[in-house]
């Protein structure tokens, strides 16, 4: 069993930076993949970038390729999101999540078994 919590949305402004934090239990997390997904007003949940078990590979959405970084930290049992440049249309709910096994990256939101409750990004012009 994992359980995720994130941490660090707010309000920020159009081409700011914001990190967000997830923080996860279970001592199975340095042995699977993780990512972040994002849920917009209106619009279906969505990839935005995963890692693998150890970090040694990242994915990112076209979208937020070049602008956001994806990290974890094993050891603190953290995974973060450095988002550079935001753009208006970043803002949305941000969804921290955890394969229940498997250590590769994934794209596919039934891929992946548990999600934290999500952090708020409002980004404005």
């Known amino acids: 069993q994992v359980q995720l919590v994130e941490s660090g949305g707010g309000l920020v402004q159009a081409g700011d930076s914001l990190r967000l934090s997830c923080a996860a239990s279970g001592r199975t997390f340095s042995m699977i993949a993780m990512a972040w997904f994002r849920q917009a007003p209106g619009k279906e949940r969505e990839f935005v970038a995963a890692i693998s078990a150890t970090g040694g590979s990242t994915d990112y959405a076209d979208s937020v390729k070049g602008r956001f970084m994806i990290s974890r930290d094993n050891a603190k049992k953290l995974v973060y999101r450095q988002m550079n440049s935001l753009k208006t249309e970043d803002t949305a709910v941000y969804y921290c999540?955890?394969?229940?096994?498997?250590?590769?990256?994934?794209?596919?939101?039934?891929?992946?078994?548990?999600w934290g409750q999500g952090t708020k990004v409002t980004v404005s012009s």
């Open positions: 999540a955890a394969r229940r096994a498997g250590w590769s990256t994934r794209r596919r939101l039934d891929e992946y078994d548990y």
